[in-house]
């Protein structure tokens, strides 16, 4: 317990320290937080081979400034995804549920910026936990997620007015390319892994092979006086690939939410060119 | 305005890039359609790639589950009723003798109760009745009960009902000043793994081996973990001290046989009755297209010796209910355990 509470510490603290770097740096940040909700595929083959899809809402919190280095070039971006879906199989039989917390943080260099055209590239860190409970299932009930990875990120941008109103398009691509993930094994019951402690191999190594997220999004925000309301369509891909199960999970997501920048900086038209949506 | 789209463009092919390199690296995943064909294919590839015992059962009495396939799929017509295909799918798995594989639709479960239809009951409630008496008590999963010869009875109906610390504490202390211990396990179908041990761990001073379990690692017949050991570990609490006989018949089942396999690697225990009815094999959950959940052994566990309890374990003393007693309302069983612990 006591470890896990420094762990919370710990990742309070880098969200702070995230904010207050930005703030020594008198740059622009952009803090945002969204809810939303939309549709959810998921298939799970330690749980069950059929597909299930279903409904989920999200919240999201996320922050995107520049760093101190390098004039500018550097972003750093914080976010925090929570996720709760409910989903049923076809035949309409079954029933999950399952939540998820996504935690990121990655340094973005921006090595193009031009015509409203943005690309931004970096080193990611990833935590991730959740679990997915299955209704009916005997001694395969559930499923728990924990994931740490580093992971590489590409975010592209593209911000245009159309009638007027400013909007952005983005595609974000998270390769994890090392990290650690629990799973259980192929047949292997929780009974097994917690009541006996047989929980030999079920921490396994991930990389791209195993491992892949995807985030695409197209975003439209409106300027209310001094705050922007964001409209936010977004698709969030998973897929893992542990002790020879499967994990999939694909989210549309429909999403408005509240922008607000610590230094309110929206009129001020030089600034405005580092705005990142 | 052409920008904005040629970006999308971009966009979109750079998604589908990515996607195809998902994709790619994915095992694939067999789909079947909702169609008595596509069921059946769904639920005999689920136990060709999950079941645990196929290896097993094809040593013991033959199984071969490729000539299952063959054998089922000439019943099998697109046209047939969901009664019709229940009916053969339910048969086809009968072919594995496990009583822990089911299929439960809406109308009906599929079962294979022949570990213990087949065999006597030796065991019956009216003349069990006569020896809990009315004035018995309950602790939670347990009935308890002093016998006139100074012998304790607990009866456990079922491992699916919470054993607590407490519920056991209250039970040995009251039984304390017994010269001997009954615990019957009969008719009880199994339950919760953890209930069972909980209870055994009253009856041990150290920390005994009393198993292996290893799981499935892949879809493979033969594609299994390193065998674990299973642990007893002593109880913290009160412990039962004095001989213990332990009651079976075909009905003692699952979580009740992982019970007895426990107890029979006990100094002070002994094994009284029938041969239980087995089912060593954890079992998981699955699904077929048409929304119907079967369950199947998923995890086979091992005796302390290495050897299979899926078709149940032998009993110390063999003993079965004779119809003379049981017209005098005797229960043989119960008697061979009382003058066994009167020695």
Redesign the interface.
């Known amino acids: 317990m006591k470890k896990f509470l420094l762990f919370l510490l710990i990742i309070a603290n880098a969200w702070y320290a995230v904010g207050a770097q930005q703030l020594r740096s008198k740059r622009f940040v952009e803090s945002a937080l969204s809810l939303g909700g939309g549709y959810t595929h998921l298939l799970d083959t330690y749980l069950s081979p059929q597909r299930y899809s279903g409904g989920h809402v999200m919240l999201q919190s996320e922050r995107f400034g520049q760093l101190a280095y390098e004039n500018g070039q550097w972003y750093g971006q914080s976010r925090l995804v929570i996720h709760g879906d409910y989903t049923k199989p076809a035949s309409g039989s079954g029933l999950t549920i399952g939540g998820m917390g996504d935690y990121s943080y990655t340094c973005y260099y921006r090595p193009l910026h031009t015509n409203g055209w943005s690309l931004y590239m970096g080193p990611q860190g990833q935590l991730r936990i959740g679990g997915i409970y299955n209704l009916r299932n005997s001694n395969n009930p559930a499923q728990l997620k924990l994931g740490v990875n580093l992971a590489a990120s590409a975010l592209g941008k593209y911000s245009f007015s159309l009638w007027n109103t400013p909007m952005s398009v983005r595609l974000q691509a998270d390769m994890p390319l090392f990290g650690f993930a629990f799973g259980p094994d192929y047949g292997q019951s929780y009974y097994e892994i917690f009541y006996l402690g047989n929980a030999e191999g079920c921490v396994h190594m991930t990389a791209p092979h195993n491992n892949l997220s995807l985030r695409t999004g197209l975003g439209y925000e409106v300027q209310l006086r001094s705050c922007t309301m964001r409209l936010t369509w977004q698709e969030d891909l998973y897929h893992w690939r542990l002790g020879n199960q499967q994990y999939r999970m694909l989210t549309h997501s429909v999403m408005l939410g509240y922008v607000s920048n610590l230094y309110h900086v929206w009129r001020d038209d030089e600034a405005r060119q580092y705005i990142p949506y | 305005m052409k920008?904005?789209f040629q970006?999308?463009i971009f966009?979109f092919q750079?998604?589908i890039a990515?996607?195809a390199?998902?994709l790619s690296?994915?095992?694939k995943?067999?789909?079947y359609e909702?169609t008595p064909t596509g069921n059946f294919e769904?639920l005999w590839h689920?136990i060709d790639t999950?079941y645990?015992f196929l290896d097993y059962k094809a040593e013991e009495y033959g199984l071969n589950w490729n000539t299952v396939y063959r054998r089922y799929k000439r019943k099998i017509d697109d046209g047939m009723s969901h009664a019709g295909l229940f009916e053969v799918l339910g048969e086809m798995l009968d072919e594995l003798r496990d009583g822990h594989v089911n299929l439960y639709a809406a109308h009906d479960v599929a079962r294979y109760w022949d570990f213990r239809e087949g065999y006597a009951a030796n065991f019956s409630e009216e003349i069990q009745a006569r020896y809990l008496g009315t004035d018995y008590k309950i602790a939670s999963g347990l009935r308890y009960t002093i016998l006139p010869d100074n012998i304790g009875y607990v009866y456990v109906p079922s491992f699916s009902n919470g054993i607590g610390e407490g519920n056991l504490d209250e039970c040995l202390h009251a039984l304390a000043l017994c010269r001997g211990l009954i615990v019957d396990v009969r008719d009880n179908g199994g339950g919760n793994?953890?209930y069972a041990e909980t209870l055994a761990a009253r009856f041990t001073n150290e920390r005994v081996l009393t198993g292996y379990?290893y799981?499935?690692?892949?879809?493979g017949h033969t594609?299994f973990?390193t065998p674990?050991p299973?642990y007893l570990e002593s109880s913290d609490r009160l412990r039962w001290q004095k001989p213990v006989c332990v009651l079976t018949n075909r009905s003692s089942y699952s979580a009740t046989n992982d019970f007895v396999k426990m107890m029979r690697t006990l100094p002070l225990v002994t094994i009284v009755g029938d041969r239980t009815g087995g089912g060593s094999g954890?079992?998981?959950?699955?699904?077929?297209?048409?929304?119907?959940?079967v369950?199947f052994s998923?995890?086979p566990s091992f005796d302390v010796d290495m050897q299979h309890t899926e078709f149940g374990i032998d009993p110390d003393v063999k003993v079965e209910m004779t119809d003379e007693d049981c017209a005098k309302g005797i229960d043989t069983i119960i008697e061979t355990a009382r003058t066994l612990l009167a020695r």
């Open positions: 920008n904005h970006f999308l966009n750079f998604f990515l996607c390199v998902f690296s994915c095992t995943v067999e789909t909702d769904a689920i999950k645990c793994l953890s379990i799981h499935k690692t892949g879809p594609d973990s674990e299973i954890l079992p998981f959950s699955s699904e077929l297209p048409n929304g119907w959940s369950r998923a995890c």
